[in-house]
């Protein structure tokens, strides 16, 4: 971004140049190479900018002057990765960097790298641990641009089911002799995490009377936060 300085000619005043520089010009500076240019500076990062401009014409006094280039921030969007953990784990961001979001609105060719001056990331969820399992909003803070102004957009913290095992009795304490009662056994829930109590809701044929072999299968659980 910059100024165009143009002087109206006519009869008497038919050309003039313009002099360009980011310090005050007057007719002791005017020439010096170091100070001014006839090409009006550029500027791309956001803020207040004064370009100085001095005027020469042939049988006219010089016209020194300013001008501010105003240059705001550039929209943004942030979008945040998406993360997933299974149930019992603490939510951890240690894998997630500045280069793991996608961004929409970059310039020219403007990168993360060149123009994110914050390695300092904080995540935040409403999710704590041994939360439910569901999806949750995951929203970011902390990424800082000169040149930027962020919006975020959240991404979703899925946290999975936890798989269990199931101990059933030893061999042994599997085999019956028969007796004409029902007669079987039953399985413990392993695996368990916090304070979670579990137990076997139902089987599938845990139980028979007849001799026979039969298999064992857990049906359904039991308990606060069983699945």
């Not at 001014?36 to 500076?41: G, L, N």
């Not at 001095?54 to 105003?70: Q, R």
């Not at 704590?128 to 803070?141: E, F, K, W």
Request: proline content about 4%.
């Amino acid at each position: 971004h910059s100024i165009d300085v143009t002087a109206k000619t006519g009869k008497f005043l038919t050309k003039a140049t313009v002099y360009y520089g980011e310090i005050t010009i007057d007719k002791s500076n005017y020439l010096d190479e170091t100070v001014s240019s006839t090409t009006a500076p550029e500027f791309s990062n956001v803020g207040e900018h004064t370009v100085y401009y001095y005027v020469v014409c042939d049988n006219y006094e010089p016209v020194p002057g300013s001008a501010t280039v105003s240059i705001t921030k550039a929209p943004l969007t942030v979008i945040v990765p998406d993360k997933e953990i299974t149930y019992g784990e603490k939510a951890s961001w240690s894998d997630i960097t500045k280069e793991s979001f996608t961004y929409e609105g970059f310039l020219k060719n403007d990168t993360v790298d060149a123009v994110l001056n914050s390695n300092s990331i904080t995540l935040k969820t409403d999710y704590t641990r041994y939360g439910n399992v569901g999806t949750y909003p995951l929203t970011a803070v902390g990424l800082e641009s000169a040149n930027y102004e962020m919006t975020y957009q959240p991404g979703t913290l899925t946290v999975n089911p936890k798989a269990v095992t199931f101990a059933w009795p030893e061999e042994e304490e599997r085999s019956f002799s028969y007796n004409g009662n029902e007669q079987g056994i039953t399985a413990t829930v392993n695996g368990l995490v916090d304070t979670d109590v579990i137990t076997v809701g139902s089987y599938d044929t845990n139980k028979a009377t007849m001799a026979g072999n039969y298999t064992a299968t857990v049906k359904t659980l039991s308990g606060v936060k069983a699945g």
